[in-house]
Nanobody, 123 residues
Framework: QVQLVESGGGLVQAGGSLRLSCTASGSFLSTYYMAWFRQAPGKERDFVATINWLGTNTVYADSVKGRFTLSRDNAKNTVYLQMNSLKPEDTAVYSC????????????????WGQGTQVTVSS
């Protein structure tokens, strides 16, 4: 069983950048597909991006394509979400998730979740 811990959230001005990290313990991250989701107050949880085992294939939500980059370092048991050109509408709690089934944009496909990290983008 894997435990996930996110870090790197914070307050940033519009146009700025942040890098989120998701570090796993209890299991080797290399055996899991990983993803990031986000949830703004009063809204549903939205898919952000997903990455395969080797980090050779990534899928992004249209809303973040070209601005966010998802990568992984299996040797460090860590997944990174580089977020550039941030917009106020990116404000949300960002959570990483893991599954052994397959990469998916559906949150219910992921059985392991971190506690989330707050990202706030001011205008």
């Amino acid at each position: 069983q894997v435990q996930l811990v996110e870090s790197g959230g914070g307050l940033v001005q519009a146009g700025g950048s942040l890098r989120l990290s998701c570090t796993a313990s209890g299991s080797f991250l290399s055996t899991y597909y990983m993803a990031w989701f986000r949830q703004a107050p009063g809204k549903e949880r939205d898919f952000v991006a997903t990455i395969n085992w080797l980090g050779t294939n990534t899928v992004y939500a249209d809303s973040v394509k070209g601005r966010f980059t998802l990568s992984r370092d299996n040797a460090k048991n860590t997944v990174y979400l580089q977020m550039n050109s941030l917009k106020p509408e990116d404000t949300a709690v960002y959570s990483c998730a893991a599954t052994r089934k397959a990469a998916s944009s559906n949150y219910w496909e992921y059985g392991y979740w971190g506690q989330g990290t707050q990202v706030t983008v001011s205008s």
